[in-house]
């Protein structure tokens, strides 16, 4: 039975954990995943500050998300699945709860900072390219900016 909670403090390293291991599905070099680690890994006061959510199975954790709340611009900052349960659908899942959260919250509209692998995934859900930003991890290297409207 697969159910969505909210994430607690405690749950941060179990999650930080999952997005390691949900980035390194792509192949990335140990030098970029360090640079990863250091840069993108979720902690607690995100979790206290920013609706995050997992989604299970039983006990077992499939994946989550969190959406970071911000004057400037809300964005999708989390969105990382077990890589055993990559295209089988629960990143939708996800995806739809995260919409209705927004909508929930008055969200009309939020950024998604991605990959060049993730990117599909997102354009299919109906975000679009919004530009290209600076890489942190890979100095010189663009990476997409995407954009939501709900």
């Known amino acids: 039975m697969n159910t969505i909670v909210s994430a ?3 749950d941060t390293n179990v ?3 999952l997005e390691i291991r949900s980035e390194s599905y792509w192949g990335y070099s ?3 995943m360090d640079r990863f680690k250091e840069i993108y890994l979720i902690t607690e006061e995100f ?3 920013n609706p995050t959510y997992i989604l299970k199975d039983d006990e077992t954790i499939i994946g ?3 959406i970071l709340l911000n004057d400037d611009e809300v964005s999708l900052e ?5 890589p055993m349960y990559i295209g089988k659908g629960y990143g939708k899942m996800l995806w739809n709860h995260a ?3 927004c909508k929930k919250l008055g969200i009309k509209e939020f950024t998604i900072i991605t990959s060049p692998d993730a990117r599909e995934f997102y354009l299919r859900l109906g975000a ?3 530009t290209q930003v600076d890489s942190l991890i890979s100095q010189g290297n663009k990476t997409p900016k995407l954009i939501y409207r709900l």
């Open 99 to 101: 919409l209705e959260e």
């Open 8 to 10: 607690l403090p405690k």
């Open 30 to 32: 140990s030098d970029f």
């Open 47 to 49: 979790i206290l500050n």
């Open 78 to 82: 989390y969105l990382f699945i077990e």
């Open 128 to 130: 679009t390219i919004f």
């Open 15 to 17: 999650l930080a954990s």
């Open 64 to 66: 989550f998300y969190g």
